[in-house]
């Protein structure tokens, strides 16, 4: 079942904060939509999670495949 996720939630999920969860919607790593406030469905974020995993988020305009050096 899908459902609407407030940023906070999606931040909680994804284990960062909510500015992070904001600059990712705004680089359009991560889809988004507005019903009074910012909102983000269950089902994108399981797609975004699948599309970069593996990679370096901490800057959403400069991704970078994880390296198996940089993972330990």
Do not use: W
């Amino acid at each position: 079942m899908h459902e609407l996720l407030d940023v906070s939630e999606v931040a909680k999920r994804l284990k960062c904060n909510k500015n992070t969860v904001y600059d990712l919607i705004k680089s359009g790593r991560l889809v988004g939509l507005k019903l009074g406030r910012m909102k983000v469905s269950t089902m994108e974020l399981d797609d975004f999670m699948r599309r970069y995993a593996g990679h370096d988020l901490t800057d959403p305009n400069n991704i970078r495949q994880l390296e198996v050096a940089s993972i330990r």
